[in-house]
């Protein structure tokens, strides 16, 4: 028999948050619109070679003209709060000026959602970076930090009242290491010396928004998104268990310690010795300063060994389950990394939000018009298991989004990759619930 979507007792109360997420590049498409300046994703969209089967950004679920829609399947579907993210290239010109035309789009939006009882949370930077910039230098340029502290500003001015919580950056890692480090994603830049640098100015960024976020709209929470990663070893050999140390350091504390202890961990310098920024005195303090809450994005496990030397290398496992990302589903892995981050931070961990969590599969509606998405449900259940067991643990948890709202364009992997409650038809832009989300709405519907 199929599994049902039944999240325990603990995450049912009035005080638990259930969301879902989006972020404007993957779902808005419109992306020369109403003066939308280029962004790094569109600049990527267009090289080819480097977005599977050449997809690109430009209509994605047309969200720009369908978000009335939208949010009315929000409101259908029950959800308590939406996490959408602004594209910076919309509202903002290249001397910093407003642009109206976006500015409104985004309290048309969320305007509508206030009307429909949904929760209002906006990512500021879900990695849309203006073209212009990355041709400064993007991140590796000190001064995009001051940039996007002006954006913050500006976003912060124009939509205070209309926000619940305000997010500054999503996922710092994945702009430092994919985008510089490696160059799976946008910009695209390959080398390891970059990623150190490119980190810094994205926390410093964070830190030179929150006090105009604060100034301009005191009623809204703010905080940072950052994804973590579990890293663990199969082999008890000290090297190995040192790797996977250090897995969780390049993917966590990295992040993590200068938010929250306002340094970086020392055990960075084993892994890039050679790429330190420039840190200037009071930017530790800058970045540290505190946040209402903490927004954790959690995924997959990863099995490492060491290299030999100061590092670890990826070692899948065999016979594990995986998603369509060959992601490793470990549900058990979020609530030790919450448990740990608990016993890392005491009290300096602010209240925690999972702003994302989901999985794809290959999703097709059958002929009955449904979408069957049994492993998601299974997938969400367990991760539902392992986060009121944290929660049993004494770590503050008081919301759930779940990523995501509905298929859209997963970055470097195009449409290929489904992530969504909600079934996207490219070629209609039809939308059809997928099981998980009629039973999400079941489950939200019989809350007390
Ligand atoms: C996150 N990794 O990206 C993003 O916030 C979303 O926009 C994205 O659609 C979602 O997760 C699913 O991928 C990540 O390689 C991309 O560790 C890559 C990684 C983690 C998160």
């Given at each position: 028999s199929s599994p049902r979507l039944s999240p325990p007792a603990a995450l049912a109360g009035p005080d638990f948050l259930w969301g879902v997420a989006t972020a404007s590049f993957q779902i808005e498409g419109a992306w020369a619109t109403d003066g939308r300046l280029?962004?790094?994703?569109?600049?990527?969209?267009?090289?080819?070679?480097?977005?599977?089967?050449?997809?690109?950004?430009?209509?994605?679920?047309d969200h720009y003209h369908r978000y009335a829609q939208d949010v009315d399947l929000m409101a259908e579907l029950g959800v308590d709060a939406?996490?959408?993210?602004?594209?910076?290239?919309?509202?903002?010109?290249?001397?910093?000026?407003?642009?109206?035309?976006?500015?409104?789009?985004?309290?048309?939006?969320?305007?509508?959602?206030?009307?429909?009882?949904?929760q209002r949370w906006v990512t500021l930077y879900h990695w849309d970076l203006p073209q212009y910039l990355e041709d400064r230098g993007g991140w590796l340029n000190r001064d995009t930090a001051y940039r996007f502290a002006e954006y913050a500003d500006l976003m912060s001015r124009e939509l205070a009242g209309r926000v619940d919580g305000w997010m500054t950056l999503n996922e710092p890692w994945c702009s430092a290491f994919l985008g510089y480090g490696n160059g799976h994603h946008a910009p695209g830049k390959a080398n390891i010396a970059y990623v150190r640098p490119a980190m810094h100015h994205l926390l410093l960024g964070h830190g030179l928004a929150l006090p105009a976020l604060k100034a301009n709209d005191p009623g809204a929470k703010r905080g940072i998104v950052a994804n973590v990663g579990r890293g663990t070893s199969d082999s008890a050999a000290p090297e190995d268990q040192d790797a996977a140390m250090l897995y969780e350091v390049q993917h966590n504390n990295w992040v993590l310690d200068p938010l929250l202890k306002g340094h970086y961990p020392k055990a960075l310098e084993r892994l890039w010795p050679e790429s330190r920024p420039l840190v200037l005195e009071g930017d530790m303090a800058t970045i540290s300063q505190p946040m209402d809450f903490l927004g954790i994005n959690y995924y997959f496990?990863?099995?490492?060994?060491?290299?030999?030397?100061?590092?670890?290398?990826?070692?899948?496992?065999?016979?594990?389950?995986?998603?369509?990302?060959?992601?490793?589903?470990?549900?058990?892995?979020?609530?030790?990394?919450?448990?740990?981050?608990?016993?890392?931070?005491?009290?300096?961990?602010?209240?925690?939000?999972?702003?994302?969590?989901?999985?794809?599969?290959?999703?097709?509606?059958?002929?009955?018009?449904?979408?069957?998405?049994?492993?998601r449900i299974s997938f969400l259940n367990r991760h539902f298991e392992a986060l009121a067991g944290a929660k049993a643990k004494g770590v503050d948890i008081r919301g759930y989004f779940c990523w995501s709202l509905m298929d859209n364009f997963e970055w470097a992997f195009g449409y290929e990759r489904r992530f969504g409650l909600v079934h996207v038809d490219y070629e209609t832009q039809k939308r059809t619930p997928k099981d998980s989300a009629l039973q999400l709405k079941e489950f939200l519907a019989a809350r007390g």
């Open positions: 280029p962004c790094i994703w569109g600049t990527f969209c267009n090289t080819p070679g480097k977005i599977l089967n050449g997809d690109t950004g430009e209509f994605a679920c939406y996490r959408l993210s602004t594209a910076w290239g919309r509202v903002m010109d290249e001397q910093g000026k407003p642009n109206h035309k976006g500015l409104d789009f985004y309290k048309r939006l969320l305007d509508r959602l206030q009307e429909k009882g949904i496990r990863t099995n490492v060994r060491s290299d030999g030397k100061d590092g670890f290398v990826d070692t899948p496992l065999a016979d594990v389950e995986r998603t369509q990302m060959g992601w490793e589903v470990h549900p058990q892995g979020l609530q030790d990394l919450l448990v740990g981050f608990k016993a890392q931070y005491g009290d300096k961990l602010p209240p925690i939000y999972i702003t994302e969590n989901g999985m794809a599969s290959d999703d097709a509606v059958g002929a009955d018009g449904q979408v069957h998405d049994t492993q």
